[in-house]
T-cell receptor, first 114, second 113 residues
Framework: DAGVTQSPTHLIKTRGQHVTLRCSPISGHKSVSWYQQVLGQGPQFIFQ???????GRGNFPDRFSARQFPNYSSELNVNALLLGDSALYLC?????????????FGNGTRLTVT | GNSVTQMEGPVTLSEEAFLTINCTYT??????LFWYVQYPGEGLQLLLKATKADDKGSNKGFEATYRKETTSFHLEKGSVQVSDSAVYFCATPTDTGGFKTIFGAGTRLFVKA
C-alpha cells in the first residue's frame, strides 16, 4: 500500500501570499494531522481531522486553516504568509482518532517564504 | 498536559558502539510513549512504542522500556551502524484521549565508520 503522500514537495512563496498544501492518507486511515517542523526542532501540532471534522487545533493563528474531504485527503491553507512560516509541513495519518494510535508521516512539504 | 524532555545532541558514535538517548516524561496517568526516527530529507517514521508501564518496545535492534519509577523511556541499541544516523524524537499524547501528540526537540545521531 502507498504511504502518506504530500504535495508539493517544495514551495517558495513571498510574504503576504497564500499557500495550499495537500495530503493523501494511507488507505483506510480516517484521521489526518498536520504538523509544522522548524529546522532543528520537533514537530508542532497544527490540526487533527477525523471523519471530516476538526478534532484538535494547536496554538497557531487563524491564518492557518484546514479541511478534510470525503475521501479523507486533506488540505492545509495558510494565508498572509510571514517569514516565520518557513518550515517543513508534515502530514500524518492514523488508523484511530486518539493520540495513542501511532502516526504515519509523509515526507513533508518544504515551504520557504521570502 | 503531558510532556517529554530528551537529551540534547548531537551524539557522535563510532560504528558498533552502544547507544543511549535519554527521554523523560511528565504525565497524568500512563499514556503511550513513542520513539520516532527522521532520516535526512524524509518525514518521521515510528521506530517503537510502549502502551503501558513496564512495557518494552523494540524494533530494528532498538529498545526502550517504559519505566514509571524514573518516568523514563530511554532509547538503546547495542551496536549502532552508519545507517542509524538520523534524528530521534521521543513523543507522547498531550493528555488521555487527546488528539495531539507532543514531540521532544529531537536528538541527532551521527555514526562514523
Amino acid at each position: 500500500d502507498a504511504g502518506v503522500t504530500q504535495s508539493p514537495t517544495h514551495l517558495i512563496k513571498t510574504r503576504g501570499q497564500h499557500v495550499t498544501l495537500r495530503c493523501s492518507p494511507i488507505s483506510g486511515h480516517k484521521s489526518v494531522s498536520w504538523y509544522q517542523q522548524v529546522l532543528g526542532q520537533g514537530p508542532q501540532f497544527i490540526f487533527q481531522y477525523y471523519e471530516k471534522e476538526e478534532r484538535g487545533r494547536g496554538n497557531f493563528p487563524d491564518r492557518f486553516s484546514a479541511r478534510q474531504f470525503p475521501n479523507y485527503s486533506s488540505e492545509l491553507n495558510v494565508n498572509a504568509l510571514l517569514l516565520g512560516d518557513s518550515a517543513l509541513y508534515l502530514c500524518a495519518s492514523s488508523l484511530l482518532q486518539g493520540a495513542n494510535s501511532p502516526l504515519h508521516f509523509g515526507n513533508g512539504t518544504r515551504l520557504t517564504v521570502t | 498536559g503531558n510532556s517529554v524532555t530528551q537529551m540534547e545532541g548531537p551524539v557522535t558514535l563510532s560504528e558498533e558502539a552502544f547507544l543511549t538517548i535519554n527521554c523523560t516524561y511528565t504525565a497524568t496517568g500512563y499514556p503511550s510513549l513513542f520513539w520516532y526516527v527522521q532520516y535526512p530529507g524524509e518525514g518521521l517514521q515510528l521506530l517503537l512504542k510502549a502502551t503501558k508501564a513496564d512495557d518494552k518496545g523494540s524494533n530494528k535492534g532498538f529498545e526502550a522500556t517504559y519505566r514509571k519509577e524514573t518516568t523514563s523511556f530511554h532509547l538503546e541499541k547495542g551496536s549502532v551502524q552508519v545507517s542509524d544516523s538520523a534524528v530521534y524524537f521521543c513523543a507522547t499524547p498531550t493528555d488521555t484521549g487527546g488528539f495531539k501528540t507532543i514531540f521532544g526537540a529531537g536528538t541527532r545521531l551521527f555514526v562514523k565508520a
